[in-house]
């Protein structure tokens, strides 16, 4: 979305980050203060338009809200639909999730070993209005799942342009990763 498209929050929330990857290197404190902007960005019912909420019946889909020009972050709705899941992934830099509207289920796994298993490390369901630090480069695989009756809708924070870095998806009963690229899904008119 261009800057001319953006909502006045979505402006102020985008001028936030700026302000806090400017003033930080280290991707803990980053991630925190990025977290508590979500919490309040959220708070705007309407921060995400209707037709970047729109579920895909044949995948869950990652709208670009808005892309960094310099690629440093991205923000995007992530909408899965009812029963819908992404594979156990990694991001390859950090990420903070809000939930917009329905439930998401998530399960972070251990870096499995050559031909192991990804071990459960820790599972949570966000509901609306919840905000959570998905990931760091230190612990970040990961898998989603709509976890309600109604599409999940997800604002999703990343310390990159996360419709075109190269990442690994992991094989759950092998742990064998291939590299991927997650792109952006068109946005629906």
């Keep these: 979305m261009s800057s001319e498209m953006m909502s ?3 402006e102020k929330f985008v001028q936030g980050i700026e302000q806090i990857i400017q003033a ?3 991707e803990h404190i980053i991630t925190k203060q990025v977290a508590t902007l979500t919490e309040s960005f959220l708070q705007d019912k309407s921060a995400i338009p209707e037709n970047m909420k729109q579920p895909n019946p044949n995948k869950y889909t990652l709208y670009p809200l808005y892309i960094d020009p310099e690629n440093r972050f991205s923000i995007a709705s992530a909408v899965w639909d009812v029963g819908q899941a992404t594979p156990i992934h990694d991001h390859q830099t950090w990420g903070v999730i809000g939930i917009v509207q329905g439930a998401e289920n998530e399960v972070h796994f251990s870096i499995p070993a050559v031909g192991k298993q990804p071990e ?3 599972k949570r ?3 609306t209005g919840d905000v959570a630090i998905c990931c760091t480069t230190d612990q970040d695989i990961h898998q989603v799942s709509c976890a309600s009756s109604v599409p999940c ?3 999703h924070v990343y310390g990159a342009n996360i419709g075109e870095i190269k990442r690994y998806m ?3 009963k092998t742990g064998e990763r291939k590299e991927a690229v997650t792109a952006w899904d068109p946005i629906p008119q």
Excluded: F, H, I, S
Aim: a negative charge.
């Design 153 to 155: 809708v997800g604002l």
């Design 8 to 10: 006045p929050a979505l």
């Design 125 to 127: 369901v966000l509901k």
């Design 170 to 172: 992991y094989d759950a």
């Design 120 to 122: 459960q490390l820790e």
């Design 24 to 26: 930080e290197t280290d």
